[in-house]
């Protein structure tokens, strides 16, 4: 019963609702970077080395050994390097995305707790600590004169 109790307190705190919804937003997010480097990122790649299919490169280490009717004995063995250089382009992208993201968040948080700043509101845990220490700043100042 306490495990129930604990998981309704965290589904109905916000957490689980907006950890979903960052997973939904996440998985869409991957799709559409997936096609921006596979579809519009590669193919300019691609014409500039001469229509080299970066997603079909590979090096390979051991060629397939058929026999006369075709059929296939052994397996081609090989390296898919041009995959290694898309999942790569993806991987930059995301990282640079999420990099903008966190930076653009990191300023407002940063304004949020600036309690010189009139034109954000400033949270009350932030705005006590500086009511805190506005006020431990005069009461050392009224000392020093006392003494």
């Given at each position: 019963?306490?495990?129930?109790?604990?998981?309704?307190?965290?589904a109905v705190k916000g957490n689980m609702m907006e950890m979903a919804i960052g997973i939904i937003i996440g998985a869409s997010f991957n799709k559409v970077i997936d096609v921006l480097?596979?579809?519009v990122l590669l193919p300019p790649l691609s014409l500039l080395s001469d229509g080299a299919n970066f997603e079909n490169k590979k090096l390979v280490l051991r060629n397939a050994v058929t026999n006369v009717n075709g059929e296939v004995l052994v397996e081609e063995?090989?390296?898919?390097?041009?995959?290694?250089?898309?999942?790569?382009?993806?991987?930059?992208?995301?990282?640079?995305?999420?990099?903008?993201?966190v930076k653009f968040m990191n300023r407002l948080k940063n304004k949020a707790q600036?309690?010189?700043?009139?034109?954000?509101?400033?949270?009350?845990d932030i705005q006590l600590l500086s009511d805190l220490k506005n006020l431990m700043e005069e009461q050392n100042k009224l000392l020093k004169t006392r003494a």
């Open positions: 019963m306490k495990l129930l109790k604990e998981f309704k307190e965290f480097a596979k579809q063995v090989a390296m898919a390097y041009g995959m290694l250089f898309g999942v790569l382009l993806d991987f930059l992208i995301i990282g640079f995305t999420v990099f903008i993201v600036d309690t010189k700043d009139k034109t954000v509101a400033t949270p009350k």
